[in-house]
């Protein structure tokens, strides 16, 4: 691992960083295609965009709509819309806000944790099928890897340009 200073990378860095983001792209692309094949909604009439409500309710817990929209980097009137539908299918309540009795949040409900459980099983069998050819020490690195990965992108904004030559390129 190569010691500099935060935005100065040696080229072999630079290089591993390309390389790497070309395959992040690839894999957001596979993702997506699966997604599609397995349609836009779900066999419970619910858009497959919604399910990242439900995700982030389970693993979060109760939240008001505009913090969902921050969580899930969205507007608040697509979380509006999408949890509205997942209200009306039974997944998701609305509860009154302890802290605010004029809001409200959202929770999952009983049957939104079985559709998410069931959601998960699929992804899982997906999943285990794919990497079904890979050694478990494979799949133990793969899973540490992506953790550290995941962990390193939440802790670290990203800085596309340079102030200095912002700054240049506005003629300042």
């Not at 909604?41 to 939240?63: K, N, S, T």
């Not at 899982?124 to 390193?152: I, K, P």
Request: glycine share 6%; aromatic share 4%.
């Amino acid at each position: 691992m190569t010691s500099t200073t935060p935005g100065t990378r040696s080229k072999a860095d630079l290089d591993l960083a390309d390389t790497l983001g070309h395959e992040l792209v690839r894999l957001v692309r596979l993702v997506n295609r699966a997604k599609s094949q397995v349609s836009k909604q779900g066999p419970d009439g619910i858009e497959r965009a919604a399910y990242a409500i439900l995700f982030c309710l389970i693993h979060v817990g109760p939240q008001r709509t505009s913090k969902l929209a921050e969580f899930l980097h969205s507007e608040i009137s697509t979380i509006s819309r999408q949890s509205s539908s997942l209200v009306q299918h039974g997944l998701v309540e609305r509860l009154a806000d302890p802290e605010d009795g004029r809001a409200c949040l959202l929770a999952p409900t009983a049957e939104g944790l079985r559709v998410f459980e069931e959601n998960r099983k699929q992804r899982n069998q997906w999943l285990a099928e794919v990497l079904g050819d890979w050694s478990d020490e494979d799949r133990q690195t793969l899973n540490s890897l992506f953790n550290r990965l995941n962990n390193n992108i939440e802790k670290t904004s990203p800085q596309f340009a340079d102030p200095a030559s912002a700054s240049k390129a506005k003629g300042a």
